[in-house]
């Protein structure tokens, strides 16, 4: 992949958005890999460059917001985790919708936040709009309805709830 990438950067500059793709795909490698500090830095770059390229509000730049909140949240970084996933979130809530698989899948991981911050109560929250979408848009049978709630089901059988 990093060919890939020095070889977009030497043809179409480094400044084009297929550059800025390739920076976020090599991030993607790295998290899958468990490099998750490589994964913060070349999602960083793509942010970076993506923000121009793509432009602030656009579904890629919100994809990047979504990674590098995933890659905290590895980190056990909750709160910046929140933060990114946040602003992903609200991208994908006012480019694709409120009722979207996108935002569904953001609010399954920003529960995944609160509950590494062992706040019970807002990952709840998180996971039950999730849940809401989830069973509307993909089915109850959908893999990742079932995920969010089991997730659901675990935190409302904590002792502290």
């Not at 992949?1 to 795909?25: C, F, N, V, W």
């Not at 994964?39 to 579904?59: C, D, F, N, P, S």
């Not at 917001?65 to 910046?80: C, F, H, R, S």
């Not at 590494?116 to 893999?143: C, E, M, S």
Request: hydrophobic share 30%.
């Amino acid at each position: 992949m990093s060919k890939a990438l020095e070889i977009r950067r030497k043809i179409l500059g480094k400044d084009h958005p297929e550059t800025a793709s390739t920076y976020y795909q090599l991030g993607i490698c790295h998290t899958q890999a468990k490099n998750y500090d490589q994964a913060l830095t070349e999602l960083k770059r793509a942010l970076t460059l993506g923000r121009i390229v793509w432009g602030k509000q656009h579904e890629d730049t919100a994809c990047t917001y979504y990674q590098l909140g995933i890659v905290l949240n590895a980190k056990e970084d909750y709160d910046l985790g929140i933060r990114e996933l946040k602003k992903a979130l609200d991208i994908f809530e006012n480019n694709l919708g409120k009722d979207h698989e996108a935002t569904a899948r953001t609010l399954h991981h920003m529960g995944d936040s609160y509950a590494g911050k062992n706040d019970t109560t807002a990952a709840l929250i998180q996971y039950g709009k999730a849940f809401t979408i989830q069973v509307t848009q993909l089915g109850r049978h959908n893999p990742q309805t079932i995920e969010t709630f089991r997730k659901l089901d675990l935190h409302m059988r904590k002792p502290d709830y």
